[in-house]
């Protein structure tokens, strides 16, 4: 056996995926829920999409313990923000914030997040803060592991204006692409929609998303996987 599979203080490998999608009114982020360290699925049902105010979400991806500390401290600045100012903060203060944190503490941290949410001023935005600290803002934004498998279908799929409809519908069809091709990425997919009506959290199960390639149905028992073999007859 590998000794180095035994050595805690070596790096693990982290995977995940997530995205954030703009449409005509708002937005649509969408995550898998697998949290995997190294060969180790740790959770397979982690929620990956946090609230950083009533209007605002951020997706995580890296190492948990750095996006949700992350996501802590933003999400109690804002919340000051929003006392002083005595209205909610936009979009882009907690992109900022996000890029603050993870830029003055880059040496630190393993993490990269999308932010994203909708705001009176700008409507719905999604912002990239990638390893590093540097803020992006694009029509759409994908991260974690899963997303080098995405980048040409997102070049395909994507397109200014659309639906509501279809953005969730291209969001559930991309993580289960990903979750398909990456063994980091797995479990259900949960997106959360927001516009100007509020925000929307939907949840869709492993067992209900659309098969790619040679993927095998789900099944409650790996013996539904063997066919049957008539027994024989006995001999007396």
Request: charged share 20%.
């Given at each position: 056996?590998d000794?180095?599979?035994?050595?805690v203080?070596?790096?693990?490998?982290?995977?995940?995926?997530?995205?954030?999608?703009?449409?005509?009114?708002?937005?649509?982020?969408?995550?898998?829920?697998?949290?995997?360290?190294?060969?180790?699925?740790?959770?397979?049902?982690?929620?990956?999409?946090?609230?950083?105010?009533?209007?605002?979400?951020?997706?995580?991806?890296?190492?948990?313990?750095?996006?949700?500390?992350?996501?802590?401290?933003?999400?109690?600045f804002?919340?000051?923000?929003?006392?002083?100012?005595?209205?909610?903060?936009?979009?882009k203060?907690?992109?900022?914030?996000?890029?603050?944190?993870?830029?003055?503490?880059?040496?630190?941290?393993?993490?990269?997040?999308?932010?994203g949410?909708?705001?009176?001023?700008?409507?719905?935005?999604?912002?990239?803060?990638?390893?590093?600290?540097?803020?992006?803002?694009?029509?759409?934004?994908?991260?974690?592991?899963?997303?080098?498998?995405?980048?040409?279908?997102?070049?395909?799929?994507?397109?200014?204006?659309?639906?509501?409809?279809?953005?969730?519908?291209?969001?559930?069809?991309?993580?289960?692409?990903?979750?398909a091709?990456?063994g980091?990425?797995?479990?259900?997919?949960?997106?959360?929609?927001?516009?100007k009506d509020?925000?929307?959290?939907?949840?869709?199960?492993?067992?209900?998303?659309p098969?790619?390639?040679?993927?095998?149905?789900?099944?409650?028992?790996?013996?539904?996987?063997?066919?049957?073999?008539?027994?024989?007859?006995?001999?007396?």
């Amino acid at each position: 056996m590998d000794k180095s599979l035994l050595d805690v203080e070596q790096p693990h490998s982290m995977g995940t995926t997530i995205i954030g999608v703009t449409y005509n009114g708002g937005v649509v982020l969408g995550a898998d829920s697998r949290t995997s360290t190294g060969m180790y699925v740790a959770n397979r049902a982690s929620d990956k999409i946090t609230q950083l105010t009533d209007n605002v979400y951020v997706c995580r991806s890296g190492s948990a313990a750095d996006s949700q500390v992350v996501s802590d401290y933003v999400r109690y600045f804002l919340h000051q923000h929003t006392i002083q100012l005595g209205q909610p903060a936009t979009v882009k203060v907690a992109a900022s914030l996000v890029r603050q944190l993870s830029y003055n503490n880059k040496a630190m941290l393993q993490t990269g997040m999308i932010v994203g949410g909708w705001d009176k001023y700008e409507g719905g935005k999604i912002y990239g803060v990638p390893l590093g600290g540097t803020l992006l803002e694009q029509p759409f934004a994908i991260g974690g592991s899963g997303s080098s498998y995405l980048y040409g279908f997102f070049d395909q799929a994507w397109r200014e204006g659309m639906s509501q409809e279809e953005a969730e519908k291209l969001v559930v069809t991309a993580v289960s692409l990903a979750i398909a091709r990456d063994g980091a990425s797995g479990g259900v997919v949960r997106t959360v929609t927001i516009n100007k009506d509020g925000v929307k959290r939907k949840f869709y199960p492993g067992d209900t998303l659309p098969l790619w390639h040679e993927e095998m149905e789900a099944v409650n028992s790996l013996l539904d996987t063997v066919p049957a073999a008539s027994p024989e007859p006995m001999v007396s």
